[in-house]
């Protein structure tokens, strides 16, 4: 709860360039910014995609020198980013863009990092205070998202896992801001089904997660409440029967999702964080099965905050388990799975996932206390 005798700061910014035919304006704008030599950071799979040759071509066109680095893992490590930061270098660029999911612009973001900050990649992480180093400048940073998921566009933060030991880290700073964002829907249209479902309940947890962390940001807490209600309306035609509407809705509460994060997330992402970089399933995905455990554990002493979602969710039921029940359904009427065991997960698995989760980063803002053996049991009810 907020305390009114305390002193709270908030922070909105970042420039969004957003509607159908946004992306067109690149050119335009690194020609006005003096920039002739960017770094595209995206993935193996978005780097093959018509959308993304035609952005290419567009720029080179227009006498814009274009280096394209993709080899990175879909969650990403350290050693994608160094791999990143060479190509910069090796090509003399001068400004660096981010164009995917939340996997290429984590990447992107760690490399803007990188170029102007040499030491260990892992002393920047924010969760041992590593932001104080953030200190030099970094190259002009652009992101363009191509799912409505993460919100990474809006965010400050890059999540890396250690190449090693599949632990997490955080990088965090303001200066890792995109000056600009071009968020045009239209690049969200070729998405196949299943990767909008995942991608859509990612931006679902996210703002799930934010409306009732602990952390109080109430600017945060509306943000998410519409966030909750655009996914709510949406996600189904955009995975199902997808049109501009839908996809622009999606994207829209994707940002906002990001947005309202800053607030903090809680134990559904560090139930998921592991799975990522223990068994490599996608991020979305993780989510999507976790969301309605979670949400479940958490409803025990947080039951207004669930009240509210429910009655911005139009249930019937005005409570915890109404809103647990509308999740587990939602992920059926969009391809979701309900179990772990769907995804590979296997009882051997749940002590080394037990052991990630605690020491995952998210689950400290969580409304109540996790224990290992919460996650424990946690693991073994969604198995």
Do not use: W
């Given at each position: 709860?907020?305390?009114?005798?305390?002193?709270?700061?908030?922070?909105?910014?970042?420039?969004?360039?957003?509607?159908?035919?946004?992306?067109?304006?690149?050119?335009?704008?690194?020609?006005?910014?003096?920039?002739?030599?960017?770094?595209?950071?995206?993935?193996?799979?978005?780097?093959?995609?018509?959308?993304?040759?035609e952005i290419v071509t567009d720029l080179t066109s227009k006498g814009i020198s274009v280096e394209v680095f993709s080899d990175i893992h879909k969650n990403p490590v350290k050693s994608d980013v160094y791999k990143g930061g060479d190509a910069f270098d090796?090509?003399?660029?001068?400004?660096?863009?981010?164009?995917?999911?939340?996997?290429?612009?984590?990447?992107?973001?760690?490399?803007?990092?990188?170029?102007?900050?040499?030491?260990?990649?892992?002393?920047?992480?924010?969760?041992?205070?590593?932001?104080?180093?953030?200190?030099?400048?970094?190259?002009?940073?652009i992101t363009i998202p191509t799912t409505a998921g993460t919100g990474s566009e809006v965010g400050r933060s890059a999540i890396i896992s250690d190449d090693i030991t599949h632990q997490k880290k955080i990088l965090f700073a303001p200066k890792l801001l995109?000056?600009?964002?071009?968020?045009?829907?239209?690049?969200?249209?070729?998405?196949?089904?299943?990767?909008?479902?995942?991608?859509?309940?990612?931006?679902?947890?996210?703002?799930?997660?934010?409306?009732?962390?602990?952390?109080?940001?109430?600017?945060?807490?509306?943000?998410?409440?519409?966030?909750?209600?655009?996914?709510?309306?949406?996600?189904?035609?955009?995975?199902?029967?997808?049109?501009?509407?839908?996809?622009?809705?999606?994207?829209?509460?994707?940002?906002?999702?990001?947005?309202?994060?800053?607030?903090?997330?809680?134990?559904?992402?560090?139930?998921?964080?592991?799975?990522?970089?223990?068994?490599?399933?996608?991020?979305?995905?993780?989510?999507?099965?976790?969301?309605?455990?979670?949400?479940?554990?958490?409803?025990?002493?947080?039951?207004?905050?669930?009240?509210?979602?429910?009655?911005?969710?139009?249930?019937?039921?005005?409570?915890?388990?109404?809103?647990?029940?509308?999740?587990?359904?939602?992920?059926?009427?969009?391809?979701?799975?309900?179990?772990?065991?769907?995804?590979?997960?296997?009882?051997?698995?749940?002590?080394?996932?037990?052991?990630?989760?605690?020491?995952?980063?998210a689950h400290p803002n969580n409304p109540k206390p996790v224990s290992r053996e919460d996650f424990k049991s946690l693991y073994l009810k969604a198995l």
């Amino acid at each position: 709860m907020m305390r009114f005798d305390k002193v709270y700061q908030y922070n909105f910014p970042t420039t969004i360039r957003f509607g159908e035919g946004a992306v067109k304006e690149l050119a335009n704008y690194l020609k006005a910014n003096n920039l002739e030599r960017p770094l595209i950071v995206t993935d193996p799979v978005v780097c093959q995609l018509g959308f993304f040759k035609e952005i290419v071509t567009d720029l080179t066109s227009k006498g814009i020198s274009v280096e394209v680095f993709s080899d990175i893992h879909k969650n990403p490590v350290k050693s994608d980013v160094y791999k990143g930061g060479d190509a910069f270098d090796g090509t003399k660029r001068d400004s660096i863009i981010g164009i995917g999911g939340g996997a290429a612009l984590d990447v992107a973001r760690a490399v803007v990092l990188r170029i102007n900050h040499r030491e260990d990649l892992f002393k920047y992480d924010d969760l041992i205070g590593g932001d104080i180093y953030v200190t030099n400048d970094v190259p002009h940073f652009i992101t363009i998202p191509t799912t409505a998921g993460t919100g990474s566009e809006v965010g400050r933060s890059a999540i890396i896992s250690d190449d090693i030991t599949h632990q997490k880290k955080i990088l965090f700073a303001p200066k890792l801001l995109a000056k600009i964002v071009f968020a045009d829907p239209a690049l969200t249209m070729e998405l196949p089904a299943a990767v909008t479902a995942a991608t859509g309940m990612d931006a679902l947890t996210h703002n799930m997660e934010a409306y009732i962390a602990k952390m109080p940001h109430p600017l945060c807490e509306g943000i998410a409440l519409e966030g909750i209600s655009l996914i709510a309306k949406s996600i189904e035609t955009a995975v199902n029967k997808p049109n501009l509407e839908s996809r622009s809705n999606m994207l829209i509460a994707s940002l906002m999702g990001a947005v309202a994060f800053q607030k903090g997330l809680g134990v559904v992402h560090s139930l998921a964080h592991p799975l990522s970089s223990l068994l490599d399933t996608h991020h979305g995905l993780a989510n999507a099965i976790n969301l309605p455990y979670g949400m479940e554990f958490n409803i025990e002493g947080n039951e207004e905050k669930f009240k509210r979602i429910s009655k911005t969710l139009d249930l019937k039921e005005e409570n915890g388990q109404g809103v647990v029940d509308f999740l587990f359904d939602l992920n059926t009427r969009v391809g979701m799975p309900h179990k772990l065991s769907a995804i590979g997960v296997k009882q051997e698995h749940i002590e080394t996932l037990a052991d990630l989760a605690i020491a995952d980063f998210a689950h400290p803002n969580n409304p109540k206390p996790v224990s290992r053996e919460d996650f424990k049991s946690l693991y073994l009810k969604a198995l």
